[in-house]
Nanobody
Framework: QVQLVESGGGLVQPGGSLTLSCAAS????????MGWHRQAPGKEREMVAD???????NLADSVKGRFTISRDNAKNTVYLQMNSLKVEDTAVYYC?????????????WGQGTQVTVSS
């Protein structure tokens, strides 16, 4: 079993910054990829960013130049640094991880953390 715990969400004014974190815990060999998706009210869930052990693999066009993703492999933790936040960034942000069990991989999701950008 794997648990993904997100933190760092909250209320911020437009132009402000927030950093989200997500830590994976449980019995597994390693985490091969981690990332963030978000879902705004009335919209489909979309990929924001993800990262492998070698580096950033994806960044959504809507956040390029404003968000950065990083990870600490020793802590099995992924971070999303969000700068120059816009109202349209308001969403529930979900942590995603591809967990390596040696014999197979498993896609895992966190519970989500709310990010609200409002003046």
């Amino acid at each position: 079993q794997v648990q993904l715990v997100e933190s760092g969400g909250g209320l911020v004014q437009p132009g402000g910054s927030l950093t989200l974190s997500c830590a994976a815990s449980g019995n597994f060999f390693s985490v091969s990829a981690m990332g963030w998706h978000r879902q705004a009210p009335g919209k489909e869930r979309e990929m924001v960013a993800d990262i492998t052990r070698r580096g950033i693999r994806n960044l959504a066009d809507s956040v390029k130049g404003r968000f950065t993703i990083s990870r600490d492999n020793a802590k099995n933790t992924v971070y999303l640094q969000m700068n120059s936040l816009k109202v349209e960034d308001t969403a529930v942000y979900y942590c995603h991880a591809v967990v390596d069990y040696r014999a197979w991989n498993k896609d895992c999701w966190g519970q989500g953390t709310q990010v609200t950008v409002s003046s």
